[in-house]
């Protein structure tokens, strides 16, 4: 497989509620993403950690968002005060090189949080 | 901007063969991905090209024109497994490590 777990792989929770999402990737890949599928959307980029240096917050919708990386391993998305339109598939990516500048992402199995 | 346009739907027959664009701009470029993601499963890398032209890897190859910012996947001796949809990716910002996605093109392989 890729080399990433997620869990939960399935959460609902009511609207306003905190939920944490982890992302388990095997050791040894600095590069980590996180993306999300909204129903019948293309994946949107929300973060990116590599190595020790400060992650590319961008893609991050708003500031209920927010995500860490202990020891550069494992990771956690957390959404604050959860809205109906946070339901989606929040996808978890490592990088490895494939030789060029730009890695090749390889993807976790997803968690689907459903937010009534 | 980045933008990434691919048809929504296609259908093809069983053992035939099946093209799927995928139209780009990026400002700046580093290269298209393709993946392959079956219904309620996370997205599986197909092919990255960088260089014009064509690279055939077993009944899926990909094609890249950097100068009309165009791509197709081809898909040979279509089987039904083959059902899935199919995305188009490009790295942007700077150090080209982030994807924008397209929506995906969803085909759907029958008998």
């Known amino acids: 497989g890729a080399g990433v777990s997620q869990s939960p792989s399935n959460k609902v929770t009511e609207k306003g509620k905190d939920v944490e999402l982890r992302c388990d990737p095997i050791?040894?890949?600095?590069?980590l993403y996180w993306y999300r599928q909204s129903l019948g959307q293309g994946l949107e980029f929300l973060i990116y950690f590599q190595g020790n240096s400060a992650p590319d917050k961008s893609g991050l919708p708003s500031d209920r968002f927010s995500a860490e990386r202990t020891g550069g391993s494992v990771s956690t998305l957390t959404i604050q005060r959860t809205q109906q339109e946070d339901s989606a598939v929040y996808l978890c990516?490592?990088?490895?090189?494939?030789?060029?500048?730009?890695?090749?992402?390889?993807f976790g199995p997803g968690t689907r949080l459903t937010v009534l | 901007g980045q933008n990434i346009d691919q048809p929504t739907e296609m259908t093809a027959t069983e053992g035939a063969i099946v093209q799927i664009n995928c139209t780009y701009q990026t400002s700046g470029f580093n290269g298209l991905f393709w993946y392959q993601q079956h219904a309620g499963e996370a997205p599986t890398f197909l092919s990255y090209?960088?260089?014009?032209g064509l690279e055939e890897k077993g009944r899926f190859s990909s094609f890249l024109s950097r100068s009309k910012g165009y791509s197709y996947l081809l898909l040979k001796e279509l089987q039904m497994k083959d059902s899935a949809s199919y995305l188009c990716?490009?790295?942007f910002g700077s150090g080209y490590n982030k994807l924008i996605f397209g929506a995906g093109t969803r085909l759907a392989v029958h008998p």
């Open positions: 090209n960088v260089l014009d």
């Open positions: 050791s040894g890949h600095t590069a």
């Open positions: 990516a490592i990088g490895r090189s494939g030789g060029g500048s730009t890695d090749t992402q390889y």
């Open positions: 990716a490009a790295p």
